[in-house]
Every structure is written in structure tokens, then in C-alpha cells.
């Protein structure tokens, strides 16, 4: 039996998968402005991910950050190594260097400037009609 069994499964997440993101929600939910940013970086290079939600259990965010040495939600792990946090993933995807470290071409649509995501939990846009 392992002496810590959230500590081995959070690394043997990272190095299991070539991009991965823990973040306060889910991709398709993000539940903080800054994971939903992330999310937004990543999806706008079009850069397959996986994602694992730290709300569930605190132990996994002491035990994510206390492998990191970085106290902040998300983190972005590339290829077994911390890449940072939303701001810093947002620099590197406005300067280019997110896709070069991801090792993809980002798409012609893609914004130059690193997406902004809706508020999370925010229902979509809807009109409002003043007109009558």
C-alpha cells in the first residue's frame, strides 16, 4: 500500500500525459476566471490536453503544489515539467512561445492576443430586446 496515494497519482498524471492542467473546474466548466483563460490559450492552439479538476479533494491541490513548488491553481504541466500558471501561459501564448513549447502551428483563426474566456459559471450571452 502507498504512503500517499493523491502524491503518486498526481505524478504519475504528469508524466503520463505530454500536456495536462489541473485547474479549478473542468475544461468544458472551468470554475476561476484564470483556469477558464487557460483553457482558452490551449483551446485557441487547438493542442489535445488533459485536465484534472482539483475541487474535489484539497489534498490533491496541497499535494500538486507541494510537487510544483507553485502556489497558485491552474498549472500547466508540458512534457513532465511546470510550465506555470494563467499569467504566464497567457505571455507565452501572446509571444508564440506556448505553441512552440507545445509543438504545434497555431491555426490562422487563432487571436493574437491570449483569449478571454466567459466568467465561469456565467450563462451564454443572450440579447436583450428593447426594441418593443
Known amino acids: 500500500?502507498?504512503?500517499?496515494?493523491?502524491?503518486?497519482?498526481?505524478?504519475?498524471?504528469?508524466?503520463?500525459?505530454?500536456?495536462?492542467?489541473?485547474?479549478k473546474g473542468t475544461p468544458e466548466r472551468p470554475m476561476?476566471?484564470?483556469?477558464?483563460r487557460t483553457v482558452a490559450a490551449l483551446d485557441a492552439l487547438g493542442?489535445?490536453?488533459a485536465a484534472v479538476d482539483v475541487l474535489p479533494d484539497p489534498r490533491?491541490?496541497?499535494?500538486?503544489?507541494?510537487?510544483?513548488?507553485?502556489?497558485?491553481?491552474?498549472?500547466?504541466?508540458v512534457r513532465g515539467e511546470l510550465v506555470g500558471g494563467c499569467d504566464i501561459v497567457s505571455e507565452m501564448y501572446?509571444?508564440?512561445?506556448?505553441?512552440q513549447t507545445l509543438g504545434v502551428e497555431p491555426p490562422d483563426e487563432?487571436?493574437?492576443e491570449a483569449p478571454v474566456a466567459a466568467e465561469p459559471g456565467a450563462p451564454p450571452l443572450m440579447p436583450?430586446?428593447?426594441?418593443?
Open 1 to 23: 500500500m502507498s504512503e500517499n496515494p493523491i502524491r503518486e497519482a498526481i505524478s504519475e498524471a504528469i508524466t503520463d500525459h505530454e500536456v495536462i492542467l489541473f485547474m
Open 32 to 36: 476561476c476566471g484564470f483556469s477558464a
Open 47 to 49: 493542442s489535445p490536453y
Open 60 to 77: 490533491i491541490r496541497q499535494e500538486l503544489s507541494s510537487i510544483s513548488n507553485w502556489p497558485t491553481i491552474p498549472q500547466l504541466f
Open 94 to 99: 501572446e509571444s508564440g512561445e506556448l505553441a
Open 110 to 112: 487563432a487571436p493574437d
Open 128 to 132: 436583450e430586446n428593447r426594441l418593443g
